[in-house]
Nanobody, 123 residues
């Protein structure tokens, strides 16, 4: 079992970059696929990216289009989301989640969730 804790959110301007971090407690971090989701006010939770156990498999939501990069450091029990060329529509609460399923990409496939970190992009 892992407990994700997100950090790194905040206020950004259009075109800026932000890096989100997610530190996960537990001794089996490297056995979990880690994912990032986001939820904007009044909208459903949306898949952003996921990375497999060893970092060899990465998946991205269609809207990412090369702007975001997910990575992980198993020695630090941490997963990152590098977000570049931020847009106002990227404004949302970003959640980190963990799944034992290597190919997990849907929210219901992730049983462990963090509390979320707010990202606000202003124009």
């Amino acid at each position: 079992q892992v407990q994700p804790v997100e950090s790194g959110g905040g206020l950004a301007q259009v075109g800026d970059s932000l890096r989100l971090s997610c530190a996960a407690s537990g001794h089996t971090f490297s056995s979990y696929t880690m994912g990032w989701f986001r939820q904007a006010p009044g909208k459903e939770r949306e898949f952003v990216a996921a990375i497999g156990w060893s970092g060899g498999h990465t998946y991205y939501g269609d809207f990412v289009k090369g702007r975001f990069t997910i990575s992980r450091d198993n020695a630090k029990n941490t997963v990152y989301l590098q977000m570049n060329s931020l847009k106002p529509e990227d404004t949302a609460v970003y959640y980190c989640a963990a799944s034992p399923d290597l190919l997990a990409q849907r929210a219901y496939e992730f049983p462990y969730w963090g509390q979320g970190t707010q990202v606000t992009v202003s124009s």
